[in-house]
């Protein structure tokens, strides 16, 4: 029989345990530096014009809630920008409950290994709402990368890609957009050598105690939302590695390179997980999403709820990440 002092004590201890799990979801690293500013390659203006374009004048972007023809002008808007940077736009349509679905790619021929493949990628439906960090930001980073490799040549293939079908109910399921790119990919044989995926890069917060994290994870980390993270599973380690060598080369704005089990939660919430299941080197870009951000999958997920300047600087060290991965 457990006495009342035995059942105190298992209380005493349940809490001390509840206590300690929820205080490490919280960045505990005080001397993590702050976003210096400074000049970028990547303009505000051009991102910011890009995200207003999808969230503001479009807005709620899917294939449910009567949001279709809204989805049908995303499209249009992406492969216009596609074609524009001036390289070969492809669409992969598919159908995804009984409507027909598209992911749009711009594919930059490589000029000495045209057979290997570096993928940029972004989704670009939402869950119901105006989805400006949520992937506006995300596309517009995507759109700016392609933007940028107009001029330049390229050794291995680069394409650039907007997914569709991320967002519930699609997620890890048949009819999700960066599934069937990459599953279609595999049966094509591509030497596809990294995965970029932009999830959510445009909210940031100077605010203490802002950034959180899952169980276990934040006791080395930031406690401020002021830096850009780099998610990579065990698998994609040396890819990470090298992405973070060339974003810190070329961008003042701090990034958190955490390579992690997928089974941690959070670590594969985007379109890089479909790489992963491929065998692939992946990484996410991301602002860590619903881990920072209060407007995740809200209204409130608007512009003027973004840090254009400190989104510029992320945008120009996944830039150098990409020149160094393509060559």
């Keep these: 029989m457990i006495t009342k002092r035995r059942l105190l004590q298992l209380f005493a201890i349940a809490a001390a345990c509840t206590a300690g799990l929820a205080l490490s979801m919280l960045g505990w690293n005080f001397l993590a530096p702050s976003y210096p500013g400074g000049p970028t390659l990547t303009g505000q203006a051009g991102l910011r ?87 506006a930001s995300g596309v517009a980073g995507v759109l700016a990368l392609a933007d940028r490799a107009k001029g330049k040549t390229y050794a291995r293939t680069v394409k650039f890609a907007a997914f569709v079908n991320e967002e519930p109910p699609f997620f890890r399921k048949e009819g999700m957009g960066s599934k069937v790119y990459a599953d279609a990919a595999a049966a094509r044989g591509e030497d596809i050598k990294a995965a970029l995926v932009l999830e959510m890069i445009g909210y940031f917060s100077e605010a203490r105690f802002s950034q959180r994290y899952p169980p276990l994870v934040g006791v080395f980390l930031p406690d401020r939302g002021n830096f850009l993270a780099q998610v990579s599973d065990m698998a994609s380690r040396d890819l990470a590695g090298r992405a973070d060598r060339a974003f810190r080369g070329a961008s003042a704005l701090p990034l958190a390179t955490v390579s992690l089990p997928a089974f941690v939660r959070g670590a594969d919430f985007s379109d890089h997980r479909s790489f992963w299941a491929h065998g692939w080197p992946a990484v996410m870009f991301t602002d860590t999403s619903f881990y920072r951000t209060p407007h995740y999958h809200k209204a409130t997920d608007l512009p003027a709820t973004l840090n254009f300047e400190y989104m510029a600087a992320a945008v120009d060290g996944v830039a150098a990440a990409l020149d160094d991965l393509a060559g």
């Design 49 to 135: 014009a890009a995200v207003t374009a999808l969230s503001v004048e479009i807005g709620p972007r899917d294939l449910y809630n009567n949001n279709l023809p809204r989805l049908r002008r995303a499209e249009e808007y992406i492969t216009a920008r596609f074609k524009a940077a001036g390289c070969a736009v492809e669409v992969q349509e598919y159908v995804a409950s009984g409507v027909k679905a598209r992911n749009i790619s711009c594919v930059k021929t490589g000029a000495s290994a045209p057979g290997e493949v570096i993928v940029v990628g972004a989704h670009y439906d939402t869950f119901n709402n105006p989805g400006a960090d949520d992937n």
